[in-house]
């Protein structure tokens, strides 16, 4: 088991360990426990304490024989607990904590009451001098209980020494003067810290430690008016010692840089006072953070520094690589850690002393660290990873190539780093210089010519003008008059392309700058760019409306989401994360664990990568649940001791993503941010439109990194959108229907297109888009969405409500936003495609255009053969997911999300389509746990609502009844001939889609007296598709 972190970690293995401390050979090892935990916090006050108080007791229960051991082994105890052994740990105790300012006196105070305890049972000169000594010691060293010590020195003195008691406090009122002073300059810093502290504040805490240590540092280094330094380091290293105790700064890697760069500044200073060793709190340092890549690379040098022989620095080297955090906020800490490594090996090689054995494990060495942190940086994020973006390692390796002539390997090595460095200006820089070096002198520089034309060539270098500018400078200085012609005329075809390209982006740039339209909670405009889909939606949202009942239904249904809205809740600040758990801890056991101190909500159980133990996220009732489950943080859960932090700063708000992303895709996007533990997605049952995510980190780290990537370009259309989780900060909805630009015209002409109606409205200003609505066939419904530049514009464009455009009267309004659409509805008209990064169906080209051409309709039963069903849809799952999983299996004509009866109504091209669809689709498991069925429109519409999924809770499957196959109605090939149907001629429910109804009571209908298609005949049907 790993040692604790912090003071309270250690108290708390400590106590676990003396509750079975019912032996001689028991109590040793709780002794040893404590000597552990002094090597790595050896100022703790409250870790010296505990320890002395327990060998103290075991001094004197060895003493009086009431320890319960046998007679040898009390013999044996009061060898090894004997009085001048626990002095001495009294005193050890007292001077590792002598200048902790605030508690220093707890340990004293201790120890000097039991020293006068001694003294009053035995009286001596020898005793009393030696009292005498201590208190003066102490009363020249500044801590905050100045006045008790002195007040218990002078009843010492009236009681051992009364003729002397006014010359001693006098005297020692005079060599206190130091002392005293020093503390009053640091009494208003301790003063605010005591205050943070009492605050339960852990920002507060921090702010203020960090500006004491600031305050100390200066102190530390400052000379006196005599020039010399001050005498105060010993009290900046206890104020560090102090911060580090404790559990929020002992795992700030920050801290314990900032600490050892002052030791390592102030070792010539202070060459007469004993320092601590660097390679002790180097080893604390990444103890404590042992995932930080910037500690470990310390480590490496100041090992080498000391000297430290091979093996000792090689084992550091095992110890960092052997541990399973170090990736744990990413590649850059291995990567940091690595240059460190390689760095020594190759300096190694550098002294005058060099062996060939330090030749022989730079030149094995480095190679092997370089594919080491290619092999890791695969397996920790994938094969995407292209390897250090300033490429540290490569080029040690490089230079050590070089030293050793070996310049083809070096060159190789170069021009393998062009695959993933070339569009770096820096990479190629730093290329050319490594060939203008070892170029041969009495020659052209070829070689260096070549990189920068090869570079120059590159389309996409991010700073193309500095490197051609090198170029032609290069070539004027060092080639002859026909390279530097070759040079000026690349340069010259290459500079328009640079320019062409730099119009462009400054393009893009002026349109995200002017872009309006950002998407929260996913909704969106129908006619901003991201609604492609959404205004094809539009065609039947007359008849959606009516699915859900009536207005009035929905009007209420709108309340309830408001107030459900109130009252949603706090989470961001009431969920806990509980790691190393036991590896197959339940549920209940964890439940059970915090039941009599939080009530909980809801769990999320997971097992570690490594299998070595859990991690749990844990949402609570009140924010006062989380304080008391905070008091069970180092505690120990079994032989386990966990940590519970507060996920306050670890949920972050994600939308203005493409609408298929799922799981995997976040996974993906932030895996370079940090460990991800949930993503919970929103439901979709009132408004299908909602495309947002809330993703719970691991660490503040990850999500502070995960933060930075927020304004970044999915594709040209999706901007993501990502900020800390707040519901109590609620950002107004953007886009042109929420800034009034979006206008409403309905009663067009049928005959009218797109640029007619821009041509007619754009007289009163700028016309960004103008969608017409069309039905399945390509025709005009007569209704229209034209969005304007501002929202003057689009009122000025009301003065043509009620006018005639050529045989129809006009009726125009500004377009208003719905709340509540339970329905998604997709068409995809011949020619269009789908796309998986994209919320738009790509239309055919003009010439294919069928706006003012009709189309020959399909008929019912063709419609009904080729529709299916799919069953058992989450919630959280979206119609453009639905539609990507789909259109594998065909082209899709039609797609109706229904997650009201969780569910999706897809119509595909032809039947055929469709039956590989039943097939493929069934039993499938879009999300863990959860798989889907598929059926027909009356399957359909006998599901009930349901409650959204939650993923972390199992629940055992339902038993599913065996469907007769006499009543499995499969999909047949479409008819060749019979009379057409029109769908308006069928009556349907008027809560399901005319369309569906209809085609389904037909293709039954026409069923009738028919032969039932065989298995043989469906298989058939299947295989001669393929």
């Known amino acids: 088991m790993p040692d ?106 201790r120890w000097i009451s039991i020293e006068l305890q001694i003294l009053s049972e035995s009286c001596d000169e020898g005793k009393i001098n030696h009292i005498r000594e201590l208190f003066n010691d102490r009363l020249q060293t500044p801590h905050a209980t100045w006045d008790d010590t002195s007040q218990m020195f002078s009843t010492f003195l009236t009681k051992y020494s009364e003729r002397t008691w006014e010359a001693s406090m006098v005297e020692v009122t005079k060599i206190a003067k130091e002392a005293k002073d020093t503390y009053s300059q640091r009494e208003k810093f301790e003063l605010k810290l005591k205050k943070a502290v009492e605050s339960g504040s852990n920002e507060a ?39 580090l105790t404790s559990t929020q700064f002992a795992v700030d890697p920050t801290i314990w840089e900032d600490y050892i760069v002052f030791l390592l500044s102030s070792k010539s200073d202070y060459s007469n006072i004993n320092l601590p060793s660097i390679i002790s709190i180097c080893y604390r340092g990444t103890s404590h953070c042992p995932w930080s890549g910037a500690l470990w690379a310390r480590y490496i040098l100041c090992a080498e520094m000391e000297p430290l022989p091979f093996a000792s620095i090689e084992q550091i080297k095992h110890t960092a690589t052997n541990n399973r955090d170090l990736d744990r906020d990413g590649m850059n800490d291995v990567i940091l850690f690595y240059i460190a490594w390689c760095g020594y090996l190759k300096r190694r090689t550098m002294i005058k002393e060099a062996t060939d054995e330090d030749h022989d494990l730079a030149e094995m060495g480095l190679p092997t660290a370089l594919e080491d942190v290619t092999q890791w940086g695969i397996r920790r994020i994938g094969k995407s990873w292209k390897g250090d973006p300033y490429f540290r390692i490569e080029t040690i390796l490089i230079q050590n190539l070089t030293e050793r002539h070996a310049l083809e390997e070096a060159r190789e090595l170069w021009q393998r780093l062009v695959a993933t460095h070339a569009d770096s200006y820096d990479f190629w820089y730093q290329y050319y210089q490594w060939e203008m070096i070892v170029k041969d002198s009495k020659e052209p520089p070829t070689l260096a010519t070549a990189v920068l034309a090869q570079a120059v060539r590159h389309k996409t270098l991010d700073w193309p003008e500095k490197m051609m500018e090198v170029y032609v400078k290069h070539c004027n200085n060092y080639e002859k008059a026909d390279v530097v012609l070759q040079a000026i005329n690349l340069v010259h075809r290459v500079a328009k392309g640079v320019a062409k390209r730099r119009e ?171 460990e991800i533990l949930s993503i919970r997605w929103p439901s979709v049952k009132y408004r299908t439109s909602r495309r947002f995510v809330y993703i719970s980190f691991r660490t503040q780290q990850a999500a502070e990194a995960a933060v930075q990537l927020n304004g970044l370009s999915l594709s040209s259309i999706h901007k993501l959108y990502i900020a800390y989780s707040n519901p109590s900060i609620k950002k107004d909805r953007e886009g042109a229907t929420a800034e009034g630009r979006e206008i409403h015209v309905t009663n067009l002409d049928t005959s009218l297109t797109e640029e007619d109606v821009n041509e007619t409205f754009s007289k009163y200003g700028t016309v960004q888009r103008v969608n017409i609505l069309k039905k399945l066939s390509g025709k ?54 789908l796309s998986a990064d994209s919320d738009i169906i790509t239309s055919p080209r003009k010439d294919h255009d069928t706006n003012n051409t009709e189309s020959k309709a399909p008929s019912s039963s063709e419609i009904a053969k080729r529709t299916i069903t799919l069953l058992n849809i989450p919630d959280t799952i979206n119609d453009a997911r639905i539609r990507l999983l789909c259109s594998s299996f065909g082209e899709i004509t039609r797609l109706v999300l229904r997650p009201d009866h969780q569910g999706a109504i897809i119509e595909f091209s032809n039947s055929l389509s469709a039956s590989k669809a039943i097939l493929g689709l069934e039993n499938y498991e879009i999300l863990p746990g959860r798989r889907l ?94």
């Open 4 to 109: 604790p972190t912090g003071e309270e970690g250690w108290l708390a293995l400590t106590d676990e360990t003396k509750r079975n401390a019912s032996d001689l050979e028991k109590c040793v090892e709780v002794v040893e426990c404590y000597k552990r935990a002094i090597t790595l916090e050896p100022c703790s006050t409250k870790i010296w304490l505990a320890y002395c108080e327990w060998f103290w007791s075991l001094y004197e229960k060895c003493q009086n024989s009431r320890t319960g051991w046998s007679e040898e082994e009390c013999e044996l105890g009061k060898e090894i607990f004997n009085l001048e052994t626990a002095l001495d740990v009294w005193h050890q105790g007292a001077h590792a904590t002598k200048y902790r300012l605030n508690d220093s006196n707890e340990i004293w105070n």
């Open 205 to 243: 805490v921090k702010t203020q430690m960090l500006d004491y240590l600031s305050w100390e540092q200066n102190q530390a280094i400052k000379k006196n008016k005599k020039g010399t330094l001050s005498k105060t380091i010993n009290l900046c290293i206890a104020l560090f010692e102090r911060a």
């Open 504 to 674: 462009r982006e400054a393009a893009v740039y002026q349109t995200e700058l002017t872009k309006s339209g950002s998407e929260i909670e996913g909704t969106t405009s129908p006619a901003d760019p991201e609604s492609n889909v959404e205004t094809q939606k539009r065609k039947r949202e007359i008849e959606e409306e009516e699915i859900g009942g009536t207005i009035k239904k929905i009007r209420t249904l709108d309340q309830t989401t408001d107030q459900e809205q109130n009252l949603k809740r706090d989470r961001e600040n009431t969920t806990v994360v509980v790691t190393n758990l036991p590896p197959k801890v339940t549920q209940t056991k964890v439940k059970n664990y915090f039941k009599d101190y939080a009530h909980i909500n809801s769990l999320l159980l997971k097992t570690e990568v490594d299998e070595k133990s859990s991690i749990a996220l844990i949402e609570l009732r009140t924010r006062e649940d989380v304080q008391s489950a905070l008091l069970k943080d180092k505690k120990y859960f079994g032989d386990r001791q966990i940590s519970v932090i507060p996920a306050t700063g670890l949920i972050l708000y994600v939308t203005n993503f493409p609408p298929t992303a799922d799981d995997d895709y976040f996974h993906n996007l932030f895996k370079d941010c940090g």
């Open 780 to 833: 005009s419904k007569g209704a229209a969405f034209i969005v304007f530049e501002t929202k003057e514009q689009a009122s000025a464009a009301l003065e043509l409500d009620k006018t005639k455009l050529k045989s129809s009267v006009l009726s125009v309004e500004i377009s208003r936003e719905r709340n509540y659409k339970p329905t998604a509805t997709i068409v995809n008209k011949d020619g269009q495609t």
């Open 933 to 1026: 069925r598929t059926g027909f429109l009356k399957d359909l519409f006998a599901e009930k609502d349901a409650d959204k999924i939650q993923i972390s809770q199992t629940k055992k499957p339902a038993i599913k009844l065996i469907q007769p196959p006499t009543k499995i109605q499969r999909p047949t090939p479409p008819a060749t001939n019979g009379k057409k149907k029109k769908l308006a001629q069928v009556k349907s429910s008027p809560s399901v889609p005319q369309n569906y109804v209809s085609s389904e009571s037909s293709a039954v209908g026409q069923g009738k007296g028919k032969k039932q298609m065989s298995n043989a005949d469906f298989k058939a049907l299947i295989s001669n598709g393929r």
